[in-house]
Antibody, heavy 115, light 107 residues
């Protein structure tokens, strides 16, 4: 069974940094592209970032490029999102999502509050 | 960036109704579109991929159609568990973009 479990969310001050993790099970990260999507509570979904199955090619939304970094550890089968220079408008639930003809399996989300 | 215009923003419907949600892309995205259902406090769940292919395990009352710039999600007979918010996603060009969402609630 495919599972994605995010961790590492929490409260961080403006200007601070935080790294959230996504532990994958039921499949191998190195076989899929992986993505991060966020959602401000009560608002819509926003795609943030993608990493290819080789861990080489990445893409970012303009709103986070230069501040956020997507990476993975294949030995741990874990995806990461390193976030820096955090702002109040980065407050959101962050979802880890597997990429297969778009986005297929989603994690349960990690809440990040910048305040 | 490709803009996805989703309509209506909300609708009220009764159990058994046929419901249609539309997404319009600002440029041709071929069939690189998916539909997602999200219930309060839960992660989104994919219903449709490649514009018209039903995700495994999703009831057949859900269907998708369209290509190019116009896409439709149809629920043929609305069930109580279908009251939720629905989003389209274009994955043709980065940055990938979602529609604004359509909230389906009980009439």
């Amino acid at each position: 069974e495919v599972q994605l479990v995010e961790s590492g969310g929490g409260l961080v001050q403006p200007g601070g940094s935080l790294t959230i993790s996504c532990a994958a099970s039921g499949f191998t990260l190195s076989a899929y592209w992986m993505h991060w999507v966020r959602q401000v509570p009560g608002k819509g979904l926003v795609w943030l970032s993608q990493i290819d199955n080789y861990g080489i090619d990445t893409n970012y939304a303009d709103s986070v490029r230069g501040r956020f970094t997507i990476s993975r550890d294949t030995a741990k089968n874990t995806l990461y999102l390193q976030m820096s220079s955090l702002r109040a408008d980065d407050t959101a639930v962050y979802y880890c999502v597997r990429g297969l003809i778009g986005l297929d399996y989603w994690g349960q989300g990690a809440l990040v509050t910048v305040s | 960036d490709i803009q996805m215009t989703q309509s209506p923003p909300s609708l009220s419907a009764s159990v058994g109704d046929r419901v249609t949600v539309t997404c319009r892309a600002s440029q041709d995205i071929r069939n690189d579109l998916g539909w997602y259902q999200q219930k309060p406090g839960r992660a989104p769940k994919r219903l449709i991929y490649a514009a018209s292919s039903l995700q495994s395990g999703v009831p057949s009352r859900f269907s998708g159609s369209g290509s190019g710039t116009e896409f439709t999600l149809t629920i043929s007979s609305l069930q109580p568990e279908d009251f939720a918010t629905y989003y389209c996603l274009q994955h043709h060009t980065y940055p990938w973009t979602f529609g604004q969402g359509t909230k389906v609630d009980i009439k």
